[in-house]
């Protein structure tokens, strides 16, 4: 009979993959470090710490997060496009170019009842501290 704890403390050890297995895994996963490693049979921390250790793995890493964040414009784009006012407000809130336009949102700091607010100045003696 095999007991539980000789299950988790006898595990077969994984064979280190390869750049090029670290790398397709990245690409199949567009960037997800944790799906990567999923899918490489590693550990998420393991996979980490190959990637840093690795400028072509670091690129690599890169590169697919920012055609992540290309492709999500481009359907953020498409569906102001089509009119969806979720993705209308996102885009004015959001965007740098409708900021400048005045398209942001405004925080006022206020008192109790919108009244001033008041401020304390207390000079400390550090040498009494």
Partial sequence: MVMADELIHHKTPQ?????????????????NVTAAARGLGVGRTALHARIAKSPDLQRVLQEEREALVDMAESALRAEVLDRNMTAIIWTLKASPEAKRRG?????????PDGGPVTIAVVNVDVDKV
């Fill in 103 to 111: 398209w942001s949102e405004r925080h006022e700091l206020g008192g």
């Fill in 15 to 31: 064979k280190r993959p390869s750049a090029a297995q670290v790398e397709d895994a990245i690409r199949r996963a567009a960037g």
